[in-house]
């Protein structure tokens, strides 16, 4: 009859005649499946050759290099475009570049904030890599920090402490975002303190002068409070400027910090005023990148369980330390002081990430039981509908394929702004007023030195407060 011929199925799911196209389906889907996922993130051939030419400290040319591979970066990593274009040209103390390049990592930043939900979901289907990229927030601030930087390069100071406000400002912000358990540990940042202390310095007015004492005591309570837990000590200069600007404050706000620091030298604030002072940066290392972190769990069902979570690794280097030199053109004798670690970029990096870890985990676990619970459904579903003659063989490609798919699809997010240096130290000349060359000495862990870098020439008058910087990468 008509009307039962129209209940049967024209073609069945799995017989003789279609078997092998329909297996050839199922592999074709998974290698364009997995091919689609390979090109979610940047090649391997673009960032093995920025990091080379960010190790042999060719910033210009790297700079080049990734504008000229724009279009490769993709649109899920236009942030890290724009975070690698700013810190070669910062590198390469091109910072008008710099500042364009930071502005628009600022800008994607405050965009991929407000992410779609659409975009966000895909995370917990297929994995981190499928959505843009939006930074860990220690690179957020670090936006900021090196916009300050290179503003205060330019003698642009009002724009400089604009910049460097921020700091505390987004890292108010970023922990609002977190219940109290999952808090970030980096939560006060004394060196942008320190930054906007010297920043106010070079304003030299009364209002100035109390700003700095205010960013200097706020510095000092950051480096005794936060980063001790890094091993960093106070760098010396900030308990010089503190105590230096202390007299300012008053009699009894100078009694107080000289009890705090008792052995401190210090020159008083009207002789530091007819003196120059030279800040020395040095931009030590390269950041930590990320690697995979693997865990594979077997099932009693045969099913293999990928939990994959991204890892910081440092980058090995061997200048662990420099000292700062000026000397007067006319004079053989040469000012110098060491440099001290103020801001350890690789290691906030790497507690930042520990401490999303539970995020990520809880993220990870429950995309990972979903695509094995998917996988199972289908298994299921496919034995139903092959019947008594294929079930078993569609039920078992079925799940052969899903956790082929599952296991290759679960990979950890491992993009990250690798341009950054790991550390920055901090180092102050104070000099008469004159004519002075410039230079630095880089050291190892055994003392030897190993690079002399030139920083030029400079004429200094009296109470003139400059930035000199510099970049090592070996």
Same mark, same amino acid.
């Given at each position: ?291 995979? $972190? ?6 009693? $069902? ?86 008594? $003659? ?85």
């Amino acid at each position: 009859m008509p009307g039962s011929k129209s209940t049967q199925p024209s073609v069945k799911l799995y017989n003789p005649g279609n078997r092998s196209s329909a297996l050839l389906l199922v592999v074709t889907s998974t290698f364009l499946f997995l091919a689609s996922l390979l090109g979610c993130g940047i090649s391997r051939e673009i960032t093995a050759t920025v990091d080379e030419l960010n190790a042999k400290g060719e910033y210009s040319q790297a700079r080049f290099y990734v504008e000229e591979h724009a279009k490769d970066y993709g649109k899920r990593n236009r942030l890290l475009y724009q975070l690698d274009r700013g810190m070669l040209a910062f590198s390469a103390g091109e910072f008008r570049e710099a500042i364009q390049a930071f502005e628009e990592a600022e800008w994607i930043m405050d965009e991929l904030y407000t992410i779609s939900l659409s975009q966000e979901a895909t995370t917990f289907l297929i994995n981190d890599n499928t959505a843009p990229y939006r930074g860990e927030d220690f690179e957020s601030v670090m936006v900021n920090l090196f916009l300050a930087l290179s503003y205060a390069n330019l003698s642009q100071i009002e724009e400089a402490l604009v910049e460097a406000r921020k700091v505390d400002s987004k890292l108010t912000a970023i922990n609002l975002q977190y219940s109290e358990s999952q808090k970030n540990g980096y939560q006060e940042d004394p060196f942008a303190r320190l930054l906007m202390g010297i920043l106010y310095e070079m304003g030299q007015s009364s209002d100035d002068l109390n700003d700095a004492y205010i960013s200097y005591s706020l510095a000092l309570q950051g480096y005794e409070a936060e980063y001790q837990r890094f091993g960093l000590a106070i760098p010396d200069m900030l308990v010089e400027n503190a105590l230096s600007t202390a007299e300012f404050m008053g009699e009894e706000e100078e009694k107080r910090l000289r009890e705090r620091f008792p052995t401190q030298q210090y020159l008083p604030l009207v002789e530091r005023q007819e003196k120059a002072e030279v800040f020395g940066l040095h931009l030590n290392g390269r950041a930590p990148v990320k690697e995979p $972190d693997l865990v594979v769990l077997p099932m009693p $069902d045969g099913f293999l369980l990928k939990l994959a979570f991204p890892g910081y690794k440092p980058v090995p280097r061997t200048i662990v330390g420099a000292r700062f030199y000026a000397k007067p053109l006319e004079d053989d004798t040469a000012f110098q002081a060491n440099f001290s670690m103020a801001e350890p970029i690789g290691k906030i990096a790497k507690e930042n990430l520990e401490d999303r870890k539970g995020r990520i985990v809880v993220k990870t676990l429950a995309r990972v039981t979903a695509k094995y619970l998917a996988v199972k459904a289908a298994q299921q579903a496919a034995r139903e509908a092959g019947g008594r $003659d294929y079930g078993a063989l569609a039920g078992f490609l079925t799940g052969i394929t899903g956790n082929i798919l599952a296991f290759a699809s679960e990979e950890p997010d491992l993009r990250s702004w690798r341009t950054l240096p790991a550390e920055i130290l901090v180092s102050k000349l104070t000099l008469p007023p004159g004519t002075y060359e410039f230079w630095a000495e880089c050291f190892t862990a055994s003392g030897g030195v190993v690079r002399k870098v030139e920083l030029g020439k400079r004429e200094l008058a009296p109470g003139e407060k400059i930035l000199l910087q510099f970049r090592t990468t070996e």
